[in-house]
T-cell receptor, first 113, second 115 residues
Framework: GDSVTQMEGPVTLSEEAFLTINCTYTATGYPSLFWYVQYPGEGLQLLLKATKADDKGSNKGFEATYRKETTSFHLEKDSVQVSDSAVYFCALSDRNYGQNFVFGPGTRLSVLP | NAGVTQTPKFQVLKTGQSMTLQCAQDMNHNSMYWYRQDPGMGLRLIYYSASEGTTDKGEVPNGYNVSRLNKREFSLRLESAAPSQTSVYFC??????????????FGPGTRLLVL
């Protein structure tokens, strides 16, 4: 079945450092790919998404590019802030699964001032 | 708009007790979902409802039942709680029209502790 693998962390960075969180996927169809963010004590919020190969999703300075050839959707940000401290989830949605999502285990990011 | 709301925020149960987690959305979405979140395991789908009047099992349905009361509301029931059901439960919704490539919107979660 479909699956999502992401680096588990935790990841600790200093403010203004460059961030990469790796995500790779396995899917039988042509999935859409998502990054969700969960701040402490809250539900998941959509950060960005891409629906087809070579699409780039971006939001709040975060970017991720849908790479079909490497089945990857790595999250990047040039300069992280303390307020970016959260758990980040990579996810896919595959037509073959109806409306079901498959989530990665999440990566906890801590940004130190 | 409130989006997706869940009640209660936190609950403690004893083994064998029952309870219902409530979820409501005000976005006129067709599809609704229940997930559980456990450390290191991401989110796992318990049940979903693709449209009003239908429900289907997800990855981990054992020990749970659901009711899609109307288009807005989707409840999750634990008939006889077990310590293994200690988790954080999230409800989500999506428009439910484009067949599996939609954004899901999440509620704030219910933290459940079963002693």
């Amino acid at each position: 079945g479909d699956s999502v693998t992401q680096m588990e962390g935790p990841v600790t960075l200093s403010e203004e450092a460059f961030l990469t969180i790796n995500c790779t996927y396995t899917a039988t169809g042509y999935p859409s790919l998502f990054w969700y963010v969960q701040y402490p004590g809250e539900g998941l919020q959509l950060l960005l998404k891409a629906t087809k190969a070579d699409d780039k999703g971006s939001n709040k300075g975060f970017e991720a590019t849908y790479r079909k050839e490497t089945t990857s959707f790595h999250l990047e940000k040039d300069s992280v802030q303390v307020s970016d401290s959260a758990v980040y989830f990579c996810a896919l949605s595959d037509r073959n699964y109806g409306q079901n999502f498959v989530f990665g285990p999440g990566t906890r990011l801590s940004v130190l001032p | 708009n409130a989006g997706v709301t869940q009640t209660p925020k936190f609950q403690v149960l004893k083994t064998g007790q029952s309870m219902t987690l409530q979820c409501a959305q005000d976005m006129n979405h067709n599809s609704m979902y229940w997930y559980r979140q456990d450390p290191g395991m991401g989110l796992r789908l318990i049940y979903y409802s693709a449209s009003e009047g239908t429900t289907d099992k997800g990855e981990v349905p054992n020990g749970y039942n659901v009711s899609r009361l109307n288009k807005r509301e989707f409840s999750l029931r634990l008939e006889s709680a077990a310590p293994s059901q200690t988790s954080v439960y999230f409800c989500a919704s999506s428009e439910g029209v484009s067949g599996g490539q939609e954004t899901q919107y999440f509620g704030p979660g219910t933290r459940l502790l079963v002693l």
